[in-house]
């Protein structure tokens, strides 16, 4: 069952009924817009504008959830009580308190919890992944990723109520843009202990929620990171660099170029006898194909996990790592200081009811031209 026919609802309707993935049939859709349910009265398709009524409908034994954002935990929490297995758009929620109350609803580990991070699934970040793992470049120093592809003009803000703000959204950039890429974050260079970020409300749109952020964040080892995002720049930039003991990694324009020392920085740091000297270095082309099976092919990993309990490529509980590190770039921002991860749940929960309860916000709507989702998806 698909809950949510908005635009990622309609992507995946797409690709279960494309038959791009086997072993499973949709049975049912769900919006409580009744109006979006109209294009298929005529499907055969089970409809329903409740999701209480989808899942416990017993028409279904697995959900994929991609209705807003906050939402997604009472949906989910509903949804795994009652048995079903279920795959959650990203993010699995709003705040890590959320994330923390749905996670703790996935008790009958038999039931397949998982989180839609498709980005997953593109070979250039696993093969940057087992770069790191494998020692490549050694104890990580430094990583800094430019990411201001996200440009998204006034009509993208105003073709829903509850796109970017903090009652509808939770937040901006931080919490539709960027997931995947903060998942990516955390996916390649793990956790950092604390963090120091700077979060532009309505920089550029007509919105209470940011849409340009710069943070920097320090690791337990002395690695720094810094993380730019904007949702109000192009032509914008993507570039992920992250330079290590024995060398330096660029990924950028679909590429990966990967700078090797000869010798790791710190030992030729302390032996070399040349005042300006710097190891030998080769630059080499790590060669990639494709941007992998993306969301397909999360949905085709949820499907074999649930059939032969194959492993999941992302479960929902890692959806909890990308949601805090938004959290805590809002919370540093807001709270005007540096801050420790992990984050007080709790805290930010109160901080986020408290700029919902304060706002003023006047949110103006307008129709947009029929969104191609493909063009959001590979950053």
């Not at 949804?79 to 279920?86: P, Q, R, W």
């Not at 000297?277 to 993306?294: C, D, F, S």
């Amino acid at each position: 069952g698909l809950i949510g026919m908005g635009n990622i609802g309609k992507h995946h309707y797409n690709i279960l009924q494309g038959k791009k993935i086997s072993r499973c049939v949709l049975t049912a859709i769900c919006d409580n817009h009744p109006e979006r349910l109209v294009p298929y009265q005529d499907t055969g398709l089970k409809l329903f504008n409740e999701s209480s009524a989808l899942i416990h409908s017993g028409e279904v034994d697995a959900v994929i959830i991609g209705t807003p954002h906050y939402s997604h935990t009472s949906i989910g929490i509903e949804a795994l009580k009652k048995g079903l297995h279920t795959l959650v758009e990203k993010p699995i929620s709003v705040h890590k308190a959320d994330c923390e109350r749905l996670i703790a609803a996935h008790k009958d580990k038999s039931r397949v919890f998982a989180v839609m991070f498709n980005q997953r699934t593109d070979p250039h970040y696993q093969e940057i992944r087992k770069m790191i793992l494998n020692g490549d470049l050694g104890p990580l120093q430094r990583a800094s990723w430019i990411i201001t592809e996200w440009f998204r003009p006034e009509v993208y803000y105003a073709s829903g109520t509850w796109r970017a703000t903090w009652k509808g959204e939770g937040g901006g950039a931080l919490l539709n843009q960027c997931p995947h890429t903060l998942d990516m974050w955390q996916w390649l260079l793990g956790m950092p202990i604390r963090m120091r970020a700077f979060c532009s409300f309505g920089k550029y749109h007509k919105i209470e929620v940011e849409d340009e952020v710069t943070a920097y964040m320090e690791y337990e080892n002395g690695a720094t990171g810094i993380f730019i995002g904007s949702t109000g720049e192009t032509p914008g930039s993507n570039r992920l660099e992250i330079a290590g003991d024995k060398g330096k990694l660029v990924y950028e324009h679909n590429k990966i170029l990967f700078t090797r020392n000869e010798t790791p920085t710190s030992v030729f740091n302390k032996t070399t006898k040349e005042a300006f000297g710097r190891p030998k270095a080769e630059t080499i082309e790590i060669h990639v194909e494709g941007n992998g099976g993306q969301h397909a092919e999360v949905i085709q990993r949820f499907v074999d996990a649930i059939l032969d309990g194959a492993p999941l490529l992302s479960r929902g509980e890692e959806g909890l790592a990308s949601v805090e590190l938004a959290n805590a770039m809002i919370y540093s921002s807001v709270m005007n200081r540096t801050i420790d991860i992990p984050i007080d749940s709790a805290e930010y929960e109160k901080l986020l009811n408290k700029l919902i309860a304060e706002s003023k916000f006047v949110k103006q709507t307008a129709e947009s031209e029929k969104t191609d989702m493909s063009k959001s998806f590979l950053r």
